[in-house]
């Protein structure tokens, strides 16, 4: 079946530094999405990516989708506490309902 | 007005016991899910409806079953529970294939 893996699996930075986690799919995706769920939380939707070598932003947030369609990343510039979190990647293959999470990115921040 | 809400929160309950968790969403979203997240993170779906019709079943033991009485509704029941079905529980809906939106969670403890 479909595998979503992202790296790495646990992020530790500095407040202030990058971060950036990595999403792929062993199947080529419709769409991914990403979601963030903070300590405690539930996943919540930040945004969802659709062409081929899309790059979107949201403030210090920038999300890319391969060209292929496979894999995916999220690029946090200058982080911040309120960054703290899990981030999952999400993604259905063509023509199947199903939206498989990736396997997730724990950041946290060292204040 | 809370989009997705999801009932009980927390569950502790004995092994063999049988409960259920239910499950509204007001925004008028015409598919509902739950999914099962472990003590890694990790989210994996379970059962997908849309308009109160079946449309995933995941491989998931027959003690679990989830009913839709109608789109706006999901509930899950879980007989004989047993140990390693302690984990966090979320309800989810969405129209099309956009973005989740998520429940708050039930945590379901099993002793």
């Known amino acids: 079946g479909q595998q979503v893996m992202q790296i790495p699996q646990y992020q530790h930075v500095q407040e202030g530094e990058d971060f950036t986690t990595y999403c792929n799919s062993s199947?080529?995706?419709?769409?991914i999405q990403w979601y963030k769920q903070r300590p405690g939380g539930h996943p919540v939707f930040l945004i969802q990516?659709?062409?081929?070598?899309e790059v979107k932003k949201q403030k210090r947030l920038t999300f890319q989708f391969g060209e292929a369609k496979k894999n995916s990343s999220l690029h946090i510039t200058a982080t911040q506490t309120t960054d703290v979190g899990t981030y999952f990647c999400a993604g259905p293959n063509f023509g199947n309902e199903k939206l498989t999470f990736g396997t997730g990115t724990r950041l946290t921040i060292i204040p | 007005d809370t989009a997705v809400s999801q009932t009980p929160k927390y569950l502790v309950t004995q092994m063999g016991n049988d409960k259920s968790i239910k499950c509204e969403q007001n925004l008028g979203h015409d598919t509902m899910y739950w999914y099962k997240q472990d003590s890694k993170k990790f989210l994996k779906i379970m059962f997908s409806?849309?308009?109160?019709?079946?449309?995933i079943n995941e491989t998931v033991p027959n003690r679990f079953s989830p009913k839709s009485p109608d789109k706006a509704h999901l509930n899950l029941h879980i007989n004989s529970l047993e140990l390693g079905d302690s984990a966090v529980y979320f309800c989810?809906?969405?129209?099309?294939?956009?973005?989740?939106?998520f429940g708050s969670g039930t945590r379901l403890t099993v002793v």
């Open positions: 990516l659709v062409k081929s070598g």
């Open positions: 409806y849309n308009n109160k019709e079946l449309i």
């Open positions: 989810a809906s969405t129209r099309g294939h956009y973005g989740y939106t």
């Open positions: 199947t080529t995706l419709s769409n």
